[in-house]
């Protein structure tokens, strides 16, 4: 537990930082959090279409030719 304090309060002391080391922590950051949205995302199966072509439900246009033959 003491080494924890001492860690925890060797965080106050002031230190520079590159400005290479913190564009490289931001993008890392951003892009695993793209990558965590990818992964946990609740929506697994998303179809960006109407799916009028399969007919599926008998109710479509060719069905209706079909009929007045």
């Known amino acids: 537990m003491e080494r924890i304090k001492e860690w925890w309060e060797s965080l106050d002391d002031e230190t520079i930082i590159n400005k290479k080391l913190l ?12 990558l965590l949205g990818v992964i946990f995302t609740p929506f697994r199966s998303i179809t960006i279409a109407s799916n009028n ?3 599926g439900n008998g109710n479509c246009a060719a069905n209706e ?3 007045d033959d």
């Open 23 to 34: 564009l490289f922590e931001f993008t890392t950051a951003v892009l695993a959090g793209i």
């Open 53 to 55: 072509e399969d007919c």
């Open 65 to 67: 030719e079909d009929e």
